[in-house]
């Protein structure tokens, strides 16, 4: 029996309705596929340029960690040349020691000049006693001539050092890291770097990708601890003064050589130097120097009192001296013994006539010289150091903001909006009992009408110190700094510490996209924890 005109077409209902329901997940799955495929894209820019951040932000502080050996090289070398000074001045005070040990030995002869009066009953020791002390006398006019001869040579040489050791400490570089400073506050201010990683993502498959600056607070309130450590950030454009013993420490520990740090082998030059100047038959038995050039802090490093801001020279000790030349019947040899010192101090104080150089029997005169060899006036007072950055003390100790080390974020976002929709993106409206809700598979508005057109992705990267030790608890745990140049860079948890949780929704808030922050504040208000 052949069906009636009624029943034919109901197949091809069906395979109409079919094909739309087919259609519908097609498109389904193309947009969210693409969704998914560009969620991945925005992430990943915005992974690379958080890296690229934390990469530019270590090597900004390598940079200012190796200025910052370059620098305390030069003080070191300034600890030398204050040493030279200093052991200068000793070898005119051991002149004066032995002009002392001289004064000693003459005891026994002059206990023999009352055998020169009448009736004395030894006059036989008369005539070799008074030889004997014309013959001191003789060698000590000796070392006073050649006291003066060094001072004839003294006022050019002595001009001459200071120039070098005010040119070595007015040799600044802090210039060179402020500049460095300079830069990289820009490029997390402007997001100028995350804005050229973005621009390279999109000469290929990716497209219409910017870098927000919405987190450029954020990222410059880590690194900006400004001058003299006023600030919260890492990075101070000056150390502060009151804050500068690491420095001196690593300082003192880097002299090194055995003459600056204990004179060793400084005292032969001026004993065989000496021995030169007296008779012959005269003996330098001994000669002793201690000594060293070294900092002051607020512990003493010598012998010297502690004075804050101050570089020393110093050298003490003491000789002893055989006069061998007693004829017979008087005693033949007598020895005698002298101490004697020397020192240099180089302090930040504007008037020079605050700076010492002193020796045993002399001194550099108080005014009407040029005393520029004890440094220049104090840059930052207290403190003879030059300017130089530093690592923010105050952040040391912080775990809950991970030490201070600096963490940054970038935003990467895609305006849906301004482009052309895919087919596949679908809007259309379900009609559920009186109402009407819009189902919008573009990504441009929710049911609710909020606008979600400007996709957002957020990454955070940290410049962290990091230094390899010894195995297990043998390790050397240092905290992070600009003495050495071990900063590294990798990315992070947004909630790295107790303070990226508030950065986060900081960052998302400036970036433009409201909900973005609406999102992260009801994902941690329901406990997600998982950034």
Same mark, same amino acid.
């Given at each position: 029996?052949?069906?009636?005109l ?16 087919l259609t ?7 947009s @969210? ?15 690379a ?25 030069h ?10 000074i ?23 002869y ?26 001191i ?7 006073r ?18 120039h ?27 997001a ?9 993502a ?13 987190a450029?607070?954020?990222n ?6 400004d ?14 003064a009151g804050?500068?013993?690491?420095? @001196? ?13 204990g004179r ?33 802090s ?11 801001g101050?570089?020393?020279g ?6 002893t ?7 017979a ?5 007598s ?8 020192h ?32 220049g ?12 950055a ?21 935003? @990467?976002?895609?305006?849906l ?44 990267g ?10 297990g608890l ?5 905290p992070?700094?600009?003495l050495?140049?071990?900063?590294r ?30 999102a ?6 329901v ?5």
């Amino acid at each position: 029996m052949r069906p009636s005109l009624r029943q034919r077409g109901q197949t091809l209902v069906i395979f109409a309705l079919t094909l739309l329901l087919l259609t519908l997940m097609v498109c389904m799955t193309l947009s @969210i596929g693409m969704k998914a495929r560009e969620k991945m894209e925005l992430q990943t820019v915005a992974d690379a340029a958080a890296y690229s951040q934390a990469v530019a932000t270590a090597r900004a502080f390598n940079g200012a960690s190796l200025l910052n050996r370059a620098f305390m090289g030069h003080m070191v070398v300034m600890t030398g040349v204050e040493s030279l000074i200093s052991w200068s001045g000793y070898y005119r005070a051991s002149l004066d020691g032995a002009r002392q040990a001289y004064d000693v030995a003459r005891a026994p002869y002059v206990a023999l000049l009352p055998c020169c009066l009448p009736n004395s009953g030894c006059s036989q020791f008369c005539s070799c006693a008074r030889q004997a002390l014309q013959d001191i006398s003789d060698a000590q006019d000796d070392l006073r001539t050649e006291d003066d001869n060094v001072e004839n040579t003294w006022q050019g040489l002595d001009a001459r050092a200071g120039h070098e050791a005010r040119a070595l400490q007015l040799g600044s570089i802090s210039q060179a890291q402020r500049d460095a400073y300079t830069e990289l506050e820009r490029i997390l201010t402007d997001a100028s770097l995350a804005q050229r990683i973005a621009d390279q993502a999109n000469q290929g498959v990716i497209s219409d990708i910017t870098a927000s600056t919405g987190a450029s607070q954020v990222n410059t309130d880590e690194i900006k601890g400004d001058e003299s450590c006023n600030g919260d950030g890492a990075f101070c454009t000056r150390r502060n003064a009151g804050n500068k013993n690491h420095f @001196i420490y690593a300082a003192m520990g880097s002299r090194g050589y055995a003459f600056v740090t204990g004179r060793e082998g400084g005292a032969d030059p001026i004993k065989n130097k000496l021995q030169s100047v007296i008779p012959q038959r005269d003996i330098v038995n001994t000669l002793e120097d201690e000594g060293s050039g070294y900092f002051a802090s607020t512990k003493n490093h010598s012998r010297r009192p502690s004075e804050n801001g101050a570089v020393w020279g110093d050298d003490h000790g003491s000789l002893t001296l055989t006069f061998g030349r007693g004829q017979a019947p008087c005693p033949p040899t007598s020895i005698g013994n002298g101490s004697m010192e020397a020192h240099v101090k180089s302090n930040d104080l504007p008037n020079p006539e605050q700076d010492e150089h002193v020796w045993t029997g002399g001194s550099d005169a108080a005014s009407g010289r040029d005393r520029e060899h004890t440094m220049g006036n104090c840059t930052l007072c207290p403190g003879m150091w030059p300017p130089h950055a530093d690592y923010n003390y105050k952040n040391v100790a912080t775990a809950e903001n991970a030490y201070g080390q600096p963490k940054n974020y970038a935003v @990467i976002q895609r305006d849906l909006q301004s482009r052309n929709p895919d087919p596949w993106n679908l809007f259309f409206r379900f009609r559920f009992a009186t109402t009407n809700n819009e189902f919008d598979n573009r990504g441009i508005r929710l049911s609710d009408g909020t606008d979600i057109s400007r996709a957002t992705a957020l990454s955070a990267g940290i410049a962290y110190y990091h230094h390899r030790g010894g195995n297990g608890l043998q390790a050397w745990v240092e905290p992070p700094n600009f003495l050495n140049p071990f900063w590294r860079a990798t990315l992070i948890s947004a909630w790295v510490d107790r303070a990226g949780q508030d950065d986060v929704g900081r960052a998302l808030d400036a970036s433009g996209a409201s909900f973005t922050r609406e999102a992260y504040d009801a994902l941690r208000g329901v406990g997600y924890a998982a950034w």
